[in-house]
């Protein structure tokens, strides 16, 4: 089975250009999220969904961030304009419905640079 | 707000050893589930282990198991026999209901041949 795509893998870009990252969840599955991962923050959750609704957008740093899900197969993260404070790995993460014990199963992530 | 800690930001031990990472968490939930995450510099997040609160049972998964203790708050992971591929940024996380992950910030695991 296909795991979490997301893509691109790496991107390089000069700060203040819009940044467009992708994800296509597992067949099925119900929840998506995006986390992002830097060395002084960690791990940490940006937005959810179910269903393609969002759920919890605290994690959102600012206007300049927003995510769609269009569809249950389909989800962007858009920053428009970009910062260099935005570099960090993007990952995508889907799970099934359930009670909570379903993990998240995470794609390969993005690497976003801003110059 | 929930939290969890890795004390040890750095191990290394010598292939074929057993090794111990640590994970506390702070929550008031009574149910809850516990996972530990692998990260190898292909930066890929791999599952290796998950918990549930309710379970006294400690989970195992071939090498590796866990030591749960709830009313401590700790769930530290133990690989034995470990492998050069077990090389790794390891990180505990904590998630309430079908909700976000809360993770700690890391060890990095090396094992060296």
């Known amino acids: 089975d296909a795991g979490v795509i997301q893509s691109p893998r790496h991107e390089v870009t000069e700060m203040g250009q819009e940044v467009t990252l992708r994800c296509k969840p597992i067949s099925g599955h119900d929840y998506l999220f995006w986390y992002r991962q830097t060395m002084m923050r960690g791990l940490e959750l940006l937005i959810y969904f179910n269903n393609n609704v969002p759920i919890d957008d605290s994690g959102m740093p600012e206007d300049r961030f927003s995510a769609k899900m269009p569809n249950a197969s389909f989800s962007t993260l858009k920053i428009q304009p970009s910062e260099p404070r935005d570099s960090a790995v993007y990952f995508c993460a889907s799970s099934l419905p359930g009670s909570g014990n379903q993990p998240q199963h995470f794609g390969d992530g993005t690497r976003l640079s801003i110059l | 707000a929930q939290t969890v800690t890795q004390s040890q930001p750095e191990m290394s031990v010598q292939e074929a050893e057993t090794v111990t990472l640590s994970c506390t968490y702070d929550t008031s939930e009574s149910n809850y589930y516990l996972f530990w995450y692998k990260q190898p510099p292909s930066r890929q997040m791999i599952l290796v282990i998950r918990?549930?609160?309710?379970?006294?049972q400690n989970a195992t998964e071939n090498r590796f198991s866990v030591n749960f203790q709830k009313a401590a708050k700790s769930f530290s992971l133990k690989i034995s026999d470990s492998q050069l591929g077990d090389t790794a940024m390891y990180f505990c996380a904590f998630k309430r209901g079908a909700q976000k992950l809360v993770f700690g910030q890391g060890t990095r695991l090396t094992i060296n041949p």
């Open positions: 918990q549930e609160a309710y379970k006294q």
